[in-house]
């Protein structure tokens, strides 16, 4: 008997879930507030891409003279740029809900609240309210930007990530509250676009929580790009004059003032659960706003499930997806569970930078003995070719087992690269196989073999001193 299931946003984690439920014959309701894709698809991670790309190229023809390619002129026509993005996400949007159609879920464009656990209340754009009876909720309601005290979002001043996707021109000087992954790729796109770019980070290093031997390559491309990168810095305010915009910051050596005209508060996400009236069914969010759920996706309610960003972190839409795919099985009576060993995180900056599995630090703490071995770009052939010779392939491997524990990497196109290294950790797969496996020649890949190589002191294109 197929069970009828409310999907409680169309993001990554919610529109996947119900077209996999609808596959397995349950019929489905889909309740968007803004728009399907979510934030991933409309104003996160494909336009932020598709900017990035171009930025990329604008790089690209600078630096082309060394091949013997000069363009003169080069110039970039904003409105045609932010139409080309938003051209690239109608498409992806509209195949959603092309998917949604084909798989005969209904969709209700309004804003979802919980009345019990088997009712859902949708306030249509029309101001009329629906109620949805259902045998299982899914949360699926993503994040939205933090905003800090002093810089609340207006998209005009102050840019959330969101308005860094539309601009209506390219910045002069812009101002990036966050070394994050959010700040320093949208930092480094505007930079290669000619904006002047101050970087505003309260830690003592760019992108908190990263491998710190890639990190280091991020912040040496940050300083030869000429961005601004302060660090222990905090942002305290600003005011609008004549000038432009005057952000107040507090640094190591004092307060200062950063004269620019445009701000982009970029410090991380949270959860977004306002209006959805968990405390009807007794649903209580941890301190930093997510909700607490077992292996199959279920939350303390047994017919209430959450996914994405919602459900803890990392926040990520493939993580995101994955626990939609879980959720939707269990509701089918399928037996399925969250248990993947790895999810691979990718950072689109310049150079692109890429982990999964464990870093050395969390390594060293407790106490696993582990070997490494890594490979530089510097002396890979395709690298070469593409003018992109920075950055390496790191592999960490249990001492004993030689069983790969984690992978980490910054470089061109890593974030491709790092789906190789996704695949081995969840194939419990060694240094060994990597290094037995035939990789194509000439080719980025070819990096992941040498590295396996390098963690038994036998790579062949890097010489290795004898221990």
């Not at 092309?98 to 306030?123: F, Q, R």
């Not at 069914?281 to 996706?297: P, S």
């Not at 150079?351 to 407790?366: D, I, N, R």
Request: aromatic share 4%.
């Amino acid at each position: 008997m197929p069970r009828s299931v409310v999907v409680l946003g169309a993001g990554p984690a919610g529109y996947v879930c119900a077209i996999r439920l609808a596959q397995l014959g349950q019929n489905v309701t889909v309740v968007e507030k803004s728009y399907l894709g979510g934030t991933c698809l409309n104003v996160g991670c494909i336009p932020s891409k598709a900017l990035i790309a171009a930025g990329a190229l604008v790089d690209r023809i600078a630096h082309a003279s060394a091949m013997g390619i000069s363009a003169d002129n080069v110039r970039v026509d904003v409105d045609k740029l932010v139409a080309w993005k938003a051209g690239i996400v109608a498409k992806l949007t509209g195949g959603v809900g092309g998917l949604l159609k084909n798989h005969k879920c209904e969709v209700l464009m309004g804003s979802g609240s919980i009345v019990d656990k088997n009712t859902v209340a949708v306030k249509l754009a029309d101001g009329t309210t629906k109620t949805v009876k259902c045998d299982d909720i899914v949360i699926a309601t993503g994040s939205v930007p933090i905003a800090i005290p002093g810089f609340a979002f207006d998209e005009k001043d102050v840019w959330s990530s969101t308005g860094a996707l539309a601009p209506k021109s390219i910045p002069k000087h812009l101002v990036v509250i966050g070394g994050g992954y959010i700040g320093l790729e949208l930092g480094m796109m505007y930079r290669k676009l000619g904006s002047e770019v101050t970087v505003l980070e309260a830690t003592a290093g760019a992108l908190p929580g990263q491998d710190r031997d890639c990190v280091k390559v991020i912040e040496r491309s940050m300083k030869k790009m000429g961005i601004k990168f302060l660090t222990e810095t905090f942002a305290q305010g600003y005011e609008r004059k004549k000038d432009g915009l005057h952000v107040r910051i507090k640094t190591k050596k004092g307060e200062e003032t950063v004269v620019c005209d445009q701000i982009g508060s970029m410090v991380g996400r949270k959860p977004y659960s306002e209006g959805l009236g968990l405390e009807k069914v007794g649903l209580k969010l941890d301190a930093k706003g997510f909700l607490a759920v077992d292996k199959q996706m279920r939350t303390s309610v047994p017919n209430i499930y959450a996914v994405g960003d919602i459900a803890g972190q990392p926040m990520l839409a493939h993580k995101g997806s994955k626990e939609g795919l879980v959720a939707a099985a269990v509701i089918a009576g399928q037996k399925e569970e969250y248990d993947v060993r790895c999810v691979p995180a990718v950072i689109f900056t310049a150079p692109e930078m890429a982990s999964v599995g464990a870093q050395e630090e969390e390594l060293k703490t407790k106490g696993v003995a582990y070997k490494s071995g890594s490979f530089p770009f510097a002396a890979s052939g395709r690298a070469m070719s593409l003018m992109e010779t920075e950055g390496f392939v790191k592999i960490l491997t249990d001492a004993k087992s030689d069983e790969i524990l984690g992978v980490h990497m910054v470089g061109p196109e890593v974030t491709e690269l790092i789906a190789e290294a996704a695949l081995a950790i969840e194939m419990g797969a060694t240094a060994e196989d990597l290094a037995r496996t035939i990789h194509a020649h000439p080719t980025l890949p070819e990096a992941m073999m040498e590295a396996a190589e390098a963690v038994h002191g036998m790579a062949v294109h890097i010489f290795q001193p004898k221990k």
